[in-house]
């Protein structure tokens, strides 16, 4: 069983930052590749970016140029940085190991002046 524990939520204005991250609660964690996802209120989930295992990331066209998704592998921790918040950025963020049913509980990000 594997257990991932998401933080760094908070309320931000428009233009802000935040900074999330997912700590996974066994070492088994450099062999997956992580992804973020999010929901917004009334909206399916959505993926937002992946890291693999190399190093590799992709995002949405949405959060390309804002978020950076990085990972610490000695430290079992993902991170997804936010800059230039947008309102439509408000939901609950989730990560999840890749091709399996790990998800973590989520952590609200909402962007409001």
């Known amino acids: 069983q594997v257990q991932l524990v998401e933080s760094g939520g908070g309320l931000v204005q428009p233009g802000g930052s935040l900074r999330l991250s997912c700590e996974a609660s066994?070492?088994?964690?450099?062999?997956?590749?992580m992804g973020w996802y999010r929901q917004a209120p009334g909206k399916q989930r959505e993926l937002v970016a992946f890291?693999?295992?190399?190093?590799?990331?992709n995002y949405a066209d949405s959060v390309k140029g804002r978020f950076t998704i990085s990972r610490d592998n000695a430290k079992n921790t993902m991170y997804l940085q936010m800059n230039s918040l947008k309102p439509e950025d408000t939901a609950v963020y989730y990560c999840?190991?890749?091709?399996?049913?790990?998800w973590g509980q989520g952590t609200q990000v909402t962007v409001s002046s």
């Open positions: 066994k070492s088994i964690f450099s062999m997956y590749a």
């Open positions: 999840n190991l890749r091709g399996t049913l790990y």
């Open positions: 890291i693999t295992t190399g190093g590799n990331t």
